[in-house]
């Protein structure tokens, strides 16, 4: 069984070291690499979001539950989360991309309808009828290994 590798690298972007992760393979494959400033910019914002008839990402997904998926919760009077609280969700939520092949990753195929390609069960509801959802296509592009603003 191979072992996956995360190796933890910093660019600098206006003075400020802004981390990104490569998410490869042993062996030199390719790696994807996932950027902290995309995350913190694009994806968060998809786990707070409201969408009709479902709750949103993070009030199932900030409480101790059986899910791979547990954002740090809110500080007291917080609508978002700090740097802290951020690092430590892109921690969280590299580990639910797939290296071997990105777009077959937990984080898009979770919460995707299974008739669009999604896994069978998702107990928060599908939040995307469609690989062509806006929200999934922007979780689709960091997956792929996107930077800079998506929104």
């Known amino acids: 069984m ?20 490569a998410v ?4 030199g494959s390719a790696a994807t690499q996932l950027d902290y ?11 707070t979001a409201k969408r009709p008839g479902l709750v949103r990402c993070v009030q199932c997904h900030t409480h101790s539950t059986n899910s791979r998926l547990l954002l740090q919760p809110f500080a007291a009077g917080a609508a978002s989360w700090d740097e802290e609280q951020s690092r430590k969700n892109f921690e969280t939520v590299v580990r639910l ?6 777009i077959a990753s937990r984080l898009l195929m979770h919460p995707l309808a299974r008739a669009a390609g999604g896994d069978p069960f998702h107990a928060g509801g ?23 603003p998506s929104r």
Not at 97 to 102: A, D, L, T
Not at 126 to 148: C, F, M, N, Y
């Open 2 to 21: 191979l072992a996956l590798r995360l190796l933890m690298v910093a660019f600098v972007a206006a003075g400020t070291a802004v981390p990104v992760v």
């Open 24 to 27: 490869a393979q042993p062996g």
């Open 37 to 47: 400033a995309f995350f913190k910019t694009s994806i968060q914002p998809i786990f």
């Open 97 to 102: 991309v797939s290296p071997v092949k990105p």
């Open 126 to 148: 599908k939040h995307w009828d469609s690989q062509d959802a806006p929200e999934w296509r922007i979780l689709a592009a960091w997956v792929r290994g996107q930077t800079g």
